[in-house]
């Protein structure tokens, strides 16, 4: 599936984009690629951003303004009792004076009653997207994993998995455009793996996951956009225990929320080194081998622990597919009157 729009991404980039001098908001076409890879993974279906280079339905505005108000407003949650739970907005839904419904709910209400009208559709042996996993644990333990609550997984998997691996994305690309050597070094790097065989010479340019990770370069320079941009750009919420913890030599007494934002770790020079504000992927191939476990024990980009980000295979094996596949098909420059 990830192939499979990773491939009509690269064609309608070729076809929309690349010739006739044609600049293209690079940030805005990765977040639609983003979108409809997780409509398909999800529901067999992508949305149709890639297809009509356009905002289905205002999909993304739509999540841009929920993103806006959940930064502030995650922050001071009494006032979402105020603003969007309020139980008067509720009451007003419920009879029908007020649709509060996202784009997204929408779309995945729609698939959810395509299968559900088809016995077959849910045969697991007919598809095996996230809906279908979905609804069938629904069969197995109906109490549980109620309709309500099949849509709700449906529904969170494209808000959760297509703004983070936009935004890493395209932070990728944007340092390596700010930095030609970097980039000249990457393109080297696939020059050379082709080769030598490591990377398939496909005419589609296609860079499988297994030939991805065989490209030492590349990985640096991802990991690297990943530490000075990271997609999460709040504190990672936790409670502790009952007992209470020992942070950072001061105790936290129990149920108390604590955090830390990536923006911060990632830049803390006795971690990282003196040039945290710097890119520089070379960080990733010089370091010791217990400097490197250090370092990457650090990361936060799709947290840590028991909370790591559920999604994070599927964001790296888009990201680590698409930036080589890209960079084998086109050239790329930041668009001068752009430039900032």
């Not at 044609?22 to 398909?40: E, H, Y």
């Not at 960080?283 to 980009?301: C, F, H, T, V, Y």
Request: glycine share 6%; proline share 5%.
């Amino acid at each position: 599936m990830v192939d499979e729009t990773t491939l009509l991404f690269l064609d309608q980039t070729d076809r929309l984009f690349a010739t006739g001098g044609k600049v293209c908001d690079f940030a805005r076409w990765l977040q639609f690629f983003a979108f409809d890879v997780i409509g398909s993974i999800t529901y067999s279906k992508r949305h149709g951003f890639i297809e009509k280079n356009e905002d289905i339905d205002g999909i993304v505005k739509s999540l841009a303004r929920i993103f806006n108000y959940a930064g502030p407003v995650g922050q001071m949650p009494w006032l979402d009792k105020v603003f969007w739970k309020n139980p008067i907005f509720d009451a007003m839904q419920k009879w029908g004076l007020l649709d509060n419904s996202h784009p997204v709910a929408i779309f995945a209400r729609q698939r959810m009653m395509e299968r559900m009208s088809s016995k077959a559709a849910i045969d697991p042996s007919s598809r095996s997207d996230l809906l279908t996993k979905f609804m069938k644990a629904g069969e197995l333990r109906p109490n549980f994993m109620t309709e309500k609550r099949v849509l709700t997984m449906a529904v969170s998997m494209a808000f959760a998995g297509s703004e983070t691996t936009a935004i890493s994305l395209a932070a990728v690309f944007y340092y390596l455009l700010k930095t030609p050597d970097y980039m000249r070094r990457v393109r080297e790097e696939l020059d050379e793996a082709i080769q030598n065989g490591t990377i398939e010479n496909r005419p589609s340019g296609l860079v499988s996951w297994t030939e991805s990770q065989k490209l030492p370069f590349l990985d640096a320079c991802i990991k690297e956009a990943f530490r000075i941009f990271p997609a999460a750009g709040l504190p990672l919420e936790r409670v502790t225990p009952p007992s209470g913890a020992d942070i950072a030599g001061q105790f936290i007494p129990g149920g108390t929320i604590v955090g830390c934002s990536p923006w911060v770790i990632h830049r803390r020079e006795d971690i990282f080194g003196s040039d945290v504000d710097t890119y520089n992927p070379d960080r990733w191939l010089n370091a010791s081998e217990d400097k490197l476990k250090i370092m990457n024990g650090m990361m936060l980009q799709f947290g840590a622990g028991s909370r790591t980000c559920i999604g994070k295979n599927i964001s790296l094996m888009e990201i680590y597919k698409l930036i080589p596949s890209f960079l084998r098909r086109f050239d790329v420059c930041i668009h001068s009157t752009t430039w900032q």
